[in-house]
């Protein structure tokens, strides 16, 4: 079966830092570009961050620049998201997915070019 499992969400306080972990089964990442996406409730979904499929090239959306690092690890077939300096508006579900149609996606590429959403993992930041 093909899908990404996403774990590592929880409760923190602002300032405060957790790491994603996201796993995939049934793909292998080397072939894939990876995105991180998050929705808050009555939010549209936003990308966070991207990775290429060599892990070489990354990129961030604006408001997590200089706080989150995506990160690859082909060898176990993971990718993680290290999110430091955590505010309450980065409370939200968490999802990875593939980008189907690029190696070495941007935060410029279209949703629509991912697949194999994982289930999510909730991430919720209060003081």
């Known amino acids: 079966q093909v899908q990404f499992v996403e774990s590592g969400g929880g409760l923190v306080q602002p300032g405060g830092s957790l790491r994603l972990s996201c796993a995939a089964s049934?793909?292998?990442?080397?072939?894939?570009?990876v995105g991180w996406f998050r929705q808050a409730p009555g939010k549209e979904r936003e990308g966070v961050a991207c990775?290429?499929?060599?892990?070489?090239?990354?990129s961030y959306g604006d408001s997590v620049k200089g706080r989150f690092t995506i990160s690859l690890d082909s060898a176990k077939n993971m990718v993680y998201l290290q999110m430091n300096s955590l505010k309450p508006e980065d409370t939200a579900v968490y999802y990875c997915?593939?980008?189907?149609?690029?190696?070495?996606?941007?935060?410029?590429?279209?949703?629509?070019?991912?697949?194999?959403w994982g289930q999510g993992t909730q991430v919720t930041v209060f003081s």
């Open positions: 997915a593939t980008n189907l149609m690029r190696t070495r996606p941007t935060m410029m590429s279209p949703q629509y070019e991912y697949d194999y």
């Open positions: 990775i290429s499929s060599s892990g070489d090239s990354t």
């Open positions: 049934g793909f292998f990442l080397q072939y894939y570009g």
